[in-house]
């Protein structure tokens, strides 16, 4: 019985031929002697083992046969009409790289030296969208990252990137030679072998040979033993820096979710060598990872949990995130890796739970039942009944007008108080007035003497007065409420927990999550980008007992946006200063290898002539039928960002005031068939072709400074969430991005 493995390549399944491929294969998959399936040899081409197969009249598959002591092996490169099947067939070649031993598929008809002898392509301002006041895309006053040279490690050279590496003879020498960033990605965009540009583009960037080879998996030798060149190859196939490229396929029904998925580089077949070491990695206690947007942090997350479920069926698992609608992307994701995987509901059973961490909070509580007297009072210095309808944002407000307290302007504001309770009253489990006197208030910016701490206690003992006499508390006290009592009770729920986004969740949610996992080996693994920290005050891990020492590792190779999007979000982050979840400072070292249009800069002068031009432009980016490679593959791939659910109902009024249906997305999940018009906030973790940031202008984003002058640290911290919020949204965009406004322009985006 042949087995099936599948190549990594861009455009290897129509979509419309789905069913008629998943049927081909099947065949093959049980006997490769079919007479209906045609497997032929193709006359002139450059490898002996390639094989062109019958999928219907118009459509062949190109596989490579390898012959071993058993079954045939068949690696599946892709289907495609028959002349141009024939055609790739003619000229790719698979091969044992000729250094490391790593298998790849190469393509003899190469352009690395048309390329390597041409400059980056300019991107020319598009015309299609009138403009009211200036050009699309003025140029820019900071000079973008990608007209920089290379800065390439300290005595790497071509003969080393060859010799050492295995790259490529040619693209080697190509590689050293360009003189600029943008002239190496047009070159990139050229190789063959992934694994190949991906190397080049980390060296780029100053990676030291040795840890550029160890992300790639190269450090461990490929040995492929004795016997036939067709049997070394198949044991090639299966060294970890081959799964980035190449998926073994187990059986009939994996390979019916595979076709039907119609996405031959699906993210849960193949991932990063870098990647698949930190999901399968075993550590001593908690782990934390960081990326930027599009580094695959979430897919790392989901191939965590995923495999420490498959290792011990009895293990509890809990994967987690800071919202619902998150937690429920997590499940999707999950099932699309595996979907016989079975959730689990109910706490302390064995299999793999998918919950927002108030929804897990709120579980523990149930379970507590009516024992959390004790853990009730060590928090808010009552009993109250936990469990009760969530305290409302607004009760801040009417605590400030009941309390009266004798405290300057900027210190009578609900964000001060709830950053001051969330921060330090509740983390500390203060419960009387003496003890927040004591307190140390390290990090909250506003000096505050024992006269203005007396007062300030004022407020907040009215805020738990009123919230008692409503029967409330609100979501940080009730996971500071349930930590309390899985501590004094010496109880857990999980052997291992994920959590991804944590960098939006608070002091309380975190030492909830050390409180709720049995302490020791793979307990916590932590996903992370400051950048993208939207919601919250920033947190230190080891401030609630969650200690990282030195278990921390950084993903910094950006699958998603192009290089070009990606360039203008980091210069939206370049006026900030980040920290990550260890207190440490946060660089930009993220870079992409993929390329794309510049994003379009596009002012006008009113609010109507904003959304005169969005529906000019978003009608240029739907579907039109004829496969055009500028426009979306479908509608709901197009999204318009806002800042807020006002703009965001104007949006959709607007744009349907000039005859184009778009979907307003809000809580529920977005559904197929048109445009999609969000919040910048309900499009995180998302992602879409085509973006359309609306309304950045000032006034609109940065948004809501005003009650964050109590101290210079409050406001540069609320300044840092709207840089996070714009550069969130940036990075929503894969391939095209567009900033539009009336007026004048956010300065978030003064360094454009």
């Known amino acids: 019985m042949p087995l099936l493995i599948l190549s990594k390549v861009k455009d290897g399944l129509d979509p419309s031929m789905k069913k008629k491929a998943f049927a081909f294969l099947e065949k093959l998959q049980e006997d490769d002697t079919l007479p ?157 072998v992934e694994w190949q540009a991906q190397m080049l583009l980390d060296l780029a960037t100053g990676t030291p040979v040795d840890e550029a080879r160890s992300k790639m998996g190269l450090d461990q030798k490929v040995d492929v033993g004795d016997g036939t060149e067709d049997e070394k190859l198949i044991r090639s196939l299966k060294h970890p820096a081959a799964q980035a490229s190449f998926h073994w396929i187990d059986d009939d029904e994996e390979l019916r979710r595979i076709v039907e998925a119609g996405d031959l580089v699906a993210w849960r077949l193949f991932l990063h060598p870098e990647q698949r070491k930190y999901a399968d990695g075993a550590y001593k206690g908690a782990f934390r990872l960081s990326g930027g947007a599009g580094t695959g942090k979430t897919v790392v997350a989901l191939h965590r949990t995923w495999r420490l ?144 701490r007396l007062e300030v206690w004022k407020v907040i003992t009215e805020y738990r007065m009123l919230a008692r006499a409503n029967d409330t508390t609100d979501w940080q006290e009730k996971a500071e409420i349930a930590a309390a009592w899985l501590e004094s009770n010496k109880r857990t729920f999980f052997d291992h927990v994920v959590v991804d986004e944590a960098q939006d969740l608070n002091l309380s949610q975190l030492r909830f999550l050390r409180a709720v996992v049995a302490e020791g080996r793979d307990d916590l693994f932590i996903c992370e980008d400051s950048h993208q920290r939207i919601y919250g005050q920033k947190v230190v891990l080891s401030h609630v007992g969650i200690q990282i020492r030195g278990r921390a590792r950084r993903l910094t190779l950006n699958y998603r946006t192009t290089a070009q999007n990606l360039d203008w979000a980091m210069h939206i982050l370049a006026g900030g200063d980040f920290t990550d979840l260890e207190g440490e400072s946060e660089k930009h070292p993220y870079h992409s290898a993929r390329s794309g249009p510049v994003p379009r800069l596009l002012p006008t002068a009113s609010m109507s002539k904003e959304l005169d031009q969005a529906a000019e432009l978003i009608r240029t980016w739907l579907p039109s039928g004829d496969g055009e490679s500028d426009r979306a593959p479908k509608p709901e791939a197009i999204a318009v960002l806002v800042r807020d659910k006002y703009r965001r109902q104007s949006v959709v009024s607007g744009l349907a005031e000039r005859g ?69 949204a940036s990075t929503r965009a894969r391939d095209v991005l567009a900033v539009s406004w009336f007026g004048a322009m956010s300065t978030l985006l003064g360094a454009w």
């Open 309 to 452: 479920a498959q290792e011990n069926p009895k293990a509890r698992v809990l994967l987690t995130t800071y919202t619902r609608n998150l937690a429920e992307d997590l499940a999707q994701g999950l099932r699309q890796l595996d979907e016989s995987i079975t959730l689990q509901n109910s706490l302390d059973s064995a299999g793999v739970h998918v919950k927002g961490v108030d929804q897990t909070v709120r579980a523990v509580l149930q379970a507590a039942g009516s024992g959390l007297d004790e853990a009730t009072a060590k928090v808010l210095g009552d009993s109250r009944t936990v469990l009760g309808t969530p305290t409302s944002g607004e009760l801040w407000k009417e605590a400030i007008d009941n309390a009266d307290a004798d405290l300057p302007a900027d210190l009578l504001t609900s964000a001060f108080m709830s950053a001051e309770y969330g921060l330090i009253v509740l983390p500390n489990r203060i419960t009387t007035s003496t003890g927040y006197v004591r307190v140390r208030r390290t990090g909250r910016g506003a000096a505050l003497d024992r006269a203005k």
């Open 660 to 728: 184009l249906q778009v979907r307003s997305v809000d809580q529920e999940n977005a559904k197929p068939g048109m445009p999609l018009v969000m919040t910048m906030h309900r499009a995180k973790g998302l992602e879409f072709t085509h973006v359309l940031l609306f309304g950045v202008h000032e006034g609109s984003v940065p948004h809501g400074l005003k009650d964050y002058k109590a101290s210079d640290e409050d406001f540069v911290d609320a300044m840092l969430r709207e840089r996070s919020l714009l550069y969130v």
């Open 36 to 192: 209906g399936l045609h497997i032929e040899p193709i006359q002139g081409s450059v490898d002996s083992r390639v094989r062109t197969g019958r999928v219907d009249d118009n459509y062949r598959c190109v596989l490579f046969k390898i012959v071993g002591q058993d079954d045939p092996v068949y690696v599946i490169h892709g289907v495609w009409p028959h002349d141009k099947a024939n055609k790739i067939a003619e000229s790719v070649h698979l091969s044992m790289n000729p250094i490391n031993g790593v298998p790849e598929i190469t393509s003899v008809v190469s352009s690395v030296k048309a390329a390597a002898a041409k400059p980056a392509v300019e991107t020319e301002p598009s015309s299609d969208v009138p403009v009211e006041t200036a050009p699309t895309v003025p140029a820019p006053s900071v000079v973008p990252e990608a007209e920089s040279a290379p800065s390439w490690p300290a005595g790497l050279t071509a003969d080393v990137l060859h010799t050492e590496l295995g790259i490529d003879e040619q693209l080697a020498s190509a590689a050293m030679a360009v003189t600029t960033e943008g002239d190496l990605l047009s070159l990139i965009e050229t190789v063959d």
